[in-house]
């Protein structure tokens, strides 16, 4: 029997704020490290008198990496 439009949603709703929640307690498992944020050498950091330039291009290519594996997975798993 296929599934209402709702009720489609209301999974991916009750998904993504999983994910989210998930991902929240990453991030604050990770702060509490004391690390700054900077994790990884590769990320980018400029600073100059009146100016601070901070792009975490490794920390960025990891998570997307991390999360590919996961939607993968999951895709798998929905077969």
């Given amino acids: 029997m296929p599934l209402n439009p709702l009720q489609v949603a209301a999974k991916l709703l009750l998904l993504a704020a999983g994910i989210l929640a998930i991902l929240g307690l990453i991030f604050w498992a990770v702060s509490r490290l004391g690390s700054g944020g900077r ?16 792009f975490p291009l490794a920390t960025c290519l990891l998570v997307s990496v991390i999360l590919s594996a996961i939607l993968i997975i999951v895709g798998l798993l929905r077969r």
């Fill in 39 to 54: 994790l990884l050498p590769g990320d980018i950091v400029i600073q100059r008198p009146g100016f601070a330039f901070y």
